[in-house]
């Protein structure tokens, strides 16, 4: 009999590739335009990718009770899965592209070479959907730690942008070592306009976990998307009727096994009868892959039983309800009693019970801010927040006619705003330190929070105070005095204040607009006060 | 510059003043140019003229740079950062009077790119002819000012590597120095904390005016924010001026940016030490002013 591979199914493979690579690279061309494009609103949708995750459609909507109603665009990812199976895993996620390139890379290697013989068990993945599902009922909102897209857009955000603009720095710095001093300069300008955020908070964690991810490829091949991967479980339940079904020819097949064993999923494309469909990413590896072209995905309508994978009733209930029981753990948090005065949230953020139902971790609102002020919570919101953004006006302050972090939310956690709407949002109060304030404590003069205030009439007004100096002297210096009914909390008094390690004025979290009980002043007392004559 | 470069430029402007038409001793040709008109670009132009023509202060084959004030993320019309259709009408100019390059630049204190773009400054200059470009912490230098108070800070280099400087600051209130014109907009031409400089403003801004020494100061005072300083935010925080002031004297010239707030020259600190620094003159009655209006 001649040997021969497959022709289709070897350009077949080839497609597939290239649609990895575009859908990579598509996912990266969004992530560097989630910046200020130099207007003032942005014109393409870039946060478009979670939109098409029905894990993240299913999470928020348990957790929340309500339903975003960009994320319905998910459902045709349900419906697309329903008929023809995982492919989107195999062609279309980022993630799932990039832990093949990695697996393929460490394929070749000898030291990372990924091991062969899998019995390990496929659930794992289900699980993690099911505990995560659990726990929404509970409205505690686990999905965005391991969400695909969450994962890997957090990890750039977070942890490849610092590194990119370091890269850059670094170039330029080089470039203008060696004398190119025009090279120097493009790079810089490009810096300029990309606008990454250079630094954050947590970012090591990020970043050691991404690597994490990255190098269990090479335990085994795709392993994230074998074992870990909520968002592919899900799809793994919807995919039932998988149009395309795997076929062995047995007159041509030589019992060789190869496709079992390059097989990224572990979906068993051999022996014959036991093909996992909810494992098959349709990456076409086996059929190209068969020196005698005995694999083929010929249309057959026919439902299929999901197997191979030990899920049992019994499994799914048990982890189902031991979600149900980790799900308080995340609650028992004092940040329940009393807002933490450092839990500064962006504008247009929704209170934060229903801000933490929705925020899926992702990590777009830390790239979009052209201040690097919004970075992820490491224990500001509790154990239900980690990640999700917080504003340290220490490192970044909230740009007064920037509403960017409120269009690109993909779930609505932060509501979207105009630039009119979101000058009238307030989310802290600046405080002044007059054990630290210059002209209070030392009776030198400094304005400079004052300078920088951008409400009209100025939150930060200047009063005379007189300061009494060792040398028996009276210092008369105008010193800065907060008007909290005016006060944004947009935190540039902070950042620009010159005391540079513990700011001389600082804004908590108190009189935030989204929130009822985290106030200073009632509202009654207020509405009172304008009646008054 | 280097010291050659110095002392070639030195031996021919020196040949240049002997051999041609005595410009500089011209009585006729006017310290102060002041231009009131509805078109800012317009009265710029007229403004350059009064003073003789752009070619006074630019010559062929110069790079030029242009610092203009576009230090806050405010739209033209809060009159927070320099006009862009004045500075525009310079980088115009500058060409028109044979010049290499001409580069636009300010180290901002909102975030660069948004303030480049909602100044208007970029696209405006862009347009008239002249590369826009961000400043670059790799061309931070710490540099000898020699001051009374600055002994040395970090200046970008873009600032100090070109033939001629421009300065285009705009009119605006300020609540520690009261106004801020053309002397202080050279805190935006400098790195490092720049913020502490405002425990001894004055001193300050007089120790950077006399470092950058620029070739033309051109107050923008078409539309002058006279309340909630320096950025403003609302349109009624401002009030149209209509006018522009030029000159070589940057004292001068604030000194004149000064009565548009119905302050006197003498009342202001950084004037006084300025002039005694011997960066120019603050007494307006001793200084030739021409008022034009177009």
């Known amino acids: 009999m001649k040997r021969e591979r497959s022709k289709k199914y070897f350009w077949l493979q080839r497609l597939r590739i290239l649609t990895q690579a575009g859908f990579f690279l598509l996912f990266f061309v969004l992530f560097l335009q989630t910046h200020y494009p130099g207007e003032d609103y942005l014109k393409i949708t870039v946060e478009r990718f979670f939109h098409f995750d029905p894990l993240l459609l299913a999470a928020t909507a348990i957790a929340s009770r309500t339903i975003y109603a960009a994320l319905l665009l998910s459902l045709i990812t349900v419906v697309a899965t329903l008929l023809l199976g995982r492919f989107v895993c195999g062609w279309l996620c980022p993630l799932g592209a990039l832990h093949q390139f990695f697996s393929f890379i460490f394929k070749k290697s000898r030291v990372l070479k990924p091991l062969k013989e899998d019995q390990a068990s496929l659930s794992p993945k289900y699980l993690i959907l099911f505990v995560v599902l659990a726990a929404a009922l509970l409205s505690v909102n686990l999905v965005g730690y391991l969400d695909p897209l969450s994962f890997l857009y957090r990890s750039f955000s977070v942890f490849i942008s610092p590194l990119l603009n370091l890269g850059l720095a670094q170039a330029g710095a080089l470039s203008y070592y060696l004398g190119l001093k025009s090279l120097g300069q493009n790079i810089s300008q490009t810096a300029g306009n990309l606008a990454l955020n250079g630094v954050f908070q947590n970012a090591l964690l990020v970043g050691a976990l991404f690597l994490l991810a990255v190098l269990l490829n090479a335990r085994k091949e795709r392993f994230w998307c074998r074992y870990l991967c909520p968002a592919g479980a899900l799809l793994g339940l919807f995919s039932r009727f998988n149009l395309l079904k795997l076929k062995i020819d047995p007159e041509k097949c030589i019992n060789c096994h190869l496709c079992s064993i390059h097989c990224q999923t572990n979906a068993r494309p051999f022996p014959a009868g036991e093909w996992r469909s909810s494992e098959c990413i349709y990456c076409e590896t086996c059929a190209a892959i068969c020196p005698t072209a005995a694999i083929s995905f010929p249309l057959r309508w026919k439902l299929e039983k999901m197997q191979g994978v030990d899920l049992n009733r019994r499994r799914v209930l048990l982890t189902s309800i031991t979600g149900l029981f980790l799900a308080p753990i995340f609650k028992i948090s004092p940040l329940r009693l009393r807002s933490n005065p450092g839990l500064i949230r962006p504008p247009g953020a929704l209170p934060e019970p229903e801000f933490l139902n929705r925020c899926v971790k992702c990590g777009e609102c830390l790239k979009v801010c052209p201040t690097n002020a919004l970075h992820p919570a490491v224990t500001e919101a509790g154990p239900e927040g980690v990640w999700t953004p917080v504003l340290v006006p220490r490192k970044g302050y909230c740009e007064y006619y920037c509403s960017l972090c409120t269009q690109v939310c993909p779930t609505g956690a932060i509501r979207e705003l105009t630039i009119e709407e979101k000058v009238t949002v307030k989310i802290g109060t600046a405080w002044v330190d007059k054990t630290r304030c210059l002209p209070y404590a030392l009776g030198k003069p400094c304005i400079v929070c004052e300078e920088h205030c951008p409400v009209s009439p100025k939150a930060i007004q200047l009063i005379k105070v007189d300061t009494l100096t060792p040398e028996g002297l009276i210092a008369t210096n105008l010193a800065p005095f907060v008007n909290v009914d005016t006060c944004i909390g947009c935190g540039i008094c902070e950042n620009k204040c010159v005391v540079m390690d513990l700011p001389a004025i600082r804004v908590s979290s108190v009189g935030e607009h989204r929130s009822s009980h985290n106030r200073l002043v009632l509202p009654v007392v207020e509405e009172q006060e304008k009646q008054k004559p | ?294």
């Not at chain 2, 600032?159 to 935006?188: C, M, Q, Y």
């Not at chain 2, 001894?200 to 923008?220: E, H, M, N, S, Y």
Request: charge should be positive.
């Open chain 2, 1 to 294: 510059m280097e010291r050659r470069d110095f002392l070639k430029n030195l031996i021919v402007g020196g040949l240049a003043l002997k051999f041609s038409t005595p410009v500089f001793s011209q009585p006729a040709s006017p310290e102060l140019a002041v231009v009131e008109g509805e078109s800012p670009s317009a009265i710029t132009r007229e403004a350059i003229k009064t003073l003789g023509g752009m070619s006074r202060f630019i010559s062929r084959g110069d790079k030029v740079l242009i610092k203009p004030n576009i230090g806050w993320d405010r739209t033209p019309e809060m009159a927070a950062c320099t006009n862009p259709d004045v500075v525009a009408a310079l980088v115009a100019m500058s060409f028109e009077a044979g010049a290499k390059e001409v580069v636009v630049m300010d180290h901002t204190i909102n975030q660069p790119k948004r303030c480049y773009a909602r100044s208007g400054i970029q696209e405006a200059a862009r347009a008239a002819g002249a590369r826009v470009l961000f400043t670059d912490e790799q061309r931070l230098k710490k540099m000898a000012l020699k001051g009374e108070w600055l002994r040395e800070w970090e200046i970008f280099q873009d600032f100090v590597e070109v033939d001629k400087l421009i300065n285009v600051p705009i009119a605006k209130v300020h609540s520690l120095s009261r106004v801020t014109l053309g002397l202080k907009n050279w805190l935006g031409a400098i790195g490092g904390n720049r913020n502490q400089l405002h425990q001894k403003i004055d001193q300050a801004v007089v120790d950077l005016g006399a470092f950058f020494k620029p070739t033309l100061t051109v107050l923008d005072a078409y539309r002058v924010l006279f309340r909630n300083g320096p950025q403003g935010g609302r349109v009624s925080d401002t009030r149209l001026q209509k006018t522009v002031v030029a000159g070589k004297d940057p004292v001068a010239v604030d000194a004149y940016g000064a009565t548009f707030f119905e302050l006197k020259p003498q009342e202001l600190a950084f004037l006084k030490l300025a002039q005694s620094r011997g960066l120019g003159k603050f007494e307006l009655e001793k200084v030739r002013i021409e008022k034009r209006a177009v």
